[in-house]
Structure formats: structure tokens, C-alpha cells
């Protein structure tokens, strides 16, 4: 263990100290919180009023953490033993360099027996045909030992973060490759200037009743907030780096997916800032509520609020975000879509998203009908926004070329915690300058 990163023996007596710190600055009256202008970035707070994720009692992460329970790692080993150190008390990790999850290959991971030609040989359409699942497949077979293969990659790429965390890559260049972050059922996190290289899934389910052709389908997010509240995502790159999906193979006619979400915010999670990130080369890329059920609705309504503003959204495909539920306010924001383009806001079932001050940027041939998406009849928010540089009514546009899928104007609330509002045409500037990951001031 390098000393230098854990203390060595030290650690349990620094965390000992800790709480008696933590007490006597209790007792004393002395706020056990940094200052969101704190010179230390990794203990800088959410400014007051920035976005919904300063709700309530705010986001401070692990800005007050004692020195003993300040890490710096480089290896994903070190990096997940400091999430794993016990306890709740503040605690930051200082990312140093390029950590990759998955340093050994999807090999690694692969049980024994596995053999992918031999599952493509077993569940080919001409063989297997359409109309049957996978799932009542014995271990034994090539699907069972996929499963296996899967459960071990599923172990070993997620990172579970604690409450009350800060983690921050340190300079330009910091970065977690293949990981997955699972941010789930905890409260006061904050994740800042790292490169976040989307895991790629090693071992895809083929599905043959997924649509009329069946489809391969893959897991893992970049960042999952699942149940959590307070959780501030700043001056991040997420990106699939050196696995884009152009890249990809093709069997059974299908591409084979590799990739899920780069940022899914579920199952009644609630009270989530993203500021200055960039998000590019992706296809499903934020999804906000996980699903129309009303198994799930019951815990998604009323939740769900998150703030995206000053983002770049590069080269994506679609889900820039696809919103269930939520009280969601974009603002702020860089889209700029490639050839590939869908759409970037999804409006879903009773969702209530507030799209303003954004400038969207699209190739020749593109409509700006397209960048709003009818998926359930939601009301929507769509203002000053520039398409090309020129104002454009989102609303008016999409509901005059695609009256099939006629929108509602007005969300039915008003945003209230934000920060600066920059006009939309200064927003491409402003965001070229400032946003992703190294860029952190």
C-alpha cells in the first residue's frame, strides 16, 4: 500500500482525530463547511442558488473533510479502496491521471467455457429464430456463461460513492476509463474535472424479440444517480473516447451495442446540478426516469428536479436529456449535432422541462422541428433559443412540420435557482471556453 496515498498505519489513528475535530468544531459553532469560492477546488461547495442540487441544505460533498480522510489515487485499486474507507463523515478523492477499470482486457473477465463464436453460432436468427427470449437459457450455455462473464464485469467496473464525497481529478488530464460511478441511495456528492470514457460493455445480450429484427442490448452508464439527492456533476468530459460506436461491428444485421447511458438519473432521484460538462460522441446519452410504469411513477413523482446549464452536448445522437417525470431546467446550454442526429430533448410521460437561453447548432439539412421529441404529452418550456444564430420558436416549429405529434407550451413552473443567465447567442463562447473536463478554474 503506498504510503504516501493511505498514511500507512496512520490512517485508523487520522480517522480517530478526525471525529474528535469534527466534535469540537460542533461545539464550538464553527461551520464544518468550505466556502463555494474555497482556493482548493476540491473543497469548493455548489454556490448558493446553482440549480436545483441547492435546494434545501445544498451540496457540499466532501469539502469539509479532515485530512485523514483526504486520498489521492492512481490506480482504480487505490480508488476504490478510498469509496470503501468506513463511514460517512466527509471525505474527498483526488484523481490523479487516467485510472482504467477494465486495464486487462474484457479477457479478464470472460468465465471459463465462454466463447463468443460459439454465441453467435447458437442464437443466430436462421437458428434460433425471432420469437424467443434468452432468458430461460440453463448456466451451462453459451447465454448462461455470457451472464456469468457479465456478472464479473458488473462486479469489478462499479465504484459505489458514499455520502457526503467530493471526487476531483487533479489537473488536465485526470480521467476514469471504463468505470461505472454508482451514485445510489446516498446524499451530498460531487464529482468534478474528470474525463469519464464510457464503459464498454464486454459481453452484450442479443434479444431476438427486441424489435422486428432483434437487437443487442448492453449495460452500464458512465454515471448512475439512482435514489440520491444533492449530486453536483461540474466541468466533466463525457465521452466514448476510443470505442465510438462508429467503430462498432455488426452481427445478426444489428450494430453491436457496447454502450448504455453516459448520465441516467432514476428511481426518484432528486435534486441534481450539471454545469459545464461536455457530453459528446454518444448515442443515448441522459436519461431522466427510467421508465412510464406506475411501479415507478410512485416513486418518481415529485423527484426527479435536476439543472443542466453551460454544457456542451457534441455529436450526440439523442437523450440530450429524455425526461419522465421531472422538473427539468436547461439552460444555458451548446448543442451541436452531427450527421447521426435524433433529437435532443425527449418529452415524457409528466415531465415538465424548461428549455431556455440555449443555442443549438445544426449541419445543412437539419430541421430545428427536430430538436424537440413527443414521447407522452407532457406541457414544455421552450424560450430564446438561437438555432444557427437566429432566434427560434422550438415549440412553433416542431408542431408546424410534425403536427402528429403536437406539443403543449408552458411546463407550468418557473425556474428559480439559477445562477447567471447568459444571453443565447454569448452561449457558444462561453461554453467553448469553459466547459469540460481540465478547464476548471
Given amino acids: 500500500m503506498n504510503r504516501h496515498v493511505w498514511h500507512g498505519h496512520a490512517m485508523k489513528r487520522a480517522t480517530v482525530l478526525a471525529g474528535c475535530t469534527a466534535v469540537v468544531l460542533s461545539l464550538a459553532g464553527v461551520p464544518a463547511q468550505a466556502h463555494g469560492h474555497h482556493r482548493d477546488p476540491a473543497r469548493q461547495t455548489l454556490p448558493a442558488s446553482d440549480g436545483w442540487a441547492a435546494q434545501g441544505t445544498g451540496t457540499t460533498g466532501g469539502a469539509a473533510a479532515e485530512a485523514g480522510r483526504v486520498f489521492t489515487v492512481r490506480t482504480w485499486a487505490e480508488f476504490k479502496q478510498a469509496l470503501a474507507v468506513q463511514g460517512t463523515a466527509p471525505r474527498i478523492i483526488k484523481v490523479k491521471g487516467t485510472i482504467d477499470a477494465v486495464s486487462e482486457g474484457c479477457e479478464a473477465f470472460a468465465v ?12 443466430a436468427p436462421e437458428t434460433w429464430g425471432l420469437d424467443t427470449d434468452l432468458s430461460a437459457e440453463p448456466d451451462d450455455s453459451p447465454e448462461g456463461l455470457r451472464r456469468a462473464s457479465a456478472a464479473r464485469q458488473d462486479q469489478a467496473i462499479k465504484a459505489n460513492v458514499p455520502a457526503n464525497t467530493t471526487i476531483i481529478g487533479v489537473g488536465r488530464d485526470a480521467g476514469l476509463k471504463g468505470a461505472s460511478l454508482q451514485i445510489k441511495g446516498v446524499d451530498n456528492v460531487i464529482v468534478r474535472n ?69 448520465l441516467d438519473i432514476v428511481r426518484g432521484a432528486d435534486l441534481v446540478t450539471a454545469s459545464w460538462n461536455v457530453f459528446t460522441e454518444h448515442d443515448k446519452t441522459i436519461l431522466i426516469g427510467n421508465s412510464d410504469s406506475e411501479s415507478t411513477a410512485a416513486g418518481d413523482r415529485g423527484h426527479l428536479r435536476a439543472t443542466f446549464h453551460h454544457n456542451l452536448f457534441k455529436d450526440l445522437v439523442e437523450r440530450a436529456p429524455r425526461v419522465r417525470f421531472g422538473q427539468v431546467d436547461v439552460y444555458d446550454n451548446h448543442f451541436v449535432a452531427g450527421d447521426d442526429y435524433s433529437y435532443s430533448f425527449g418529452i415524457g410521460k409528466e415531465s415538465a422541462l424548461v428549455a431556455e437561453y440555449n443555442a443549438i447548432t445544426l449541419p445543412a439539412g437539419i430541421s430545428p422541428a427536430k430538436v424537440l421529441k413527443k414521447w407522452s404529452d407532457a406541457p414544455v418550456t421552450a424560450a430564446h433559443n438561437r438555432v444557427n444564430g437566429r432566434p427560434v420558436d422550438l415549440i412553433a416549429v416542431h408542431n408546424a412540420e410534425i403536427p402528429a405529434e403536437t406539443l403543449r407550451s408552458g411546463a407550468g413552473w418557473t425556474p428559480t435557482l439559477r445562477t447567471k443567465v447568459d444571453p443565447a447567442k454569448a452561449v457558444p463562447a462561453l461554453v467553448g471556453r469553459g466547459a469540460g473536463a481540465g478547464k476548471l478554474r
Avoid at 474525463?195 to 424489435?211: A, H, K, M
Avoid at 456533476?233 to 476510443?242: A, P, Y
Fill in 112 to 123: 471459463p467455457g465462454y466463447d463468443f463464436g460459439a454465441y453467435l453460432a447458437a442464437y
Fill in 194 to 262: 474528470l474525463t469519464l470514457e464510457s464503459p464498454v460493455d464486454c459481453f452484450p445480450q442479443w434479444d431476438p424479440t427486441d424489435g422486428t429484427q432483434g437487437n443487442w442490448n448492453s449495460e452500464y452508464d458512465s454515471a448512475v444517480v439512482y435514489g440520491s439527492t444533492h449530486v453536483w456533476l461540474d466541468h466533466n468530459t463525457f465521452t466514448d473516447g476510443e470505442h465510438p460506436d462508429s467503430a462498432a461491428p455488426t452481427y445478426f444485421g444489428m450494430l453491436y451495442q457496447q454502450h448504455d447511458g453516459q
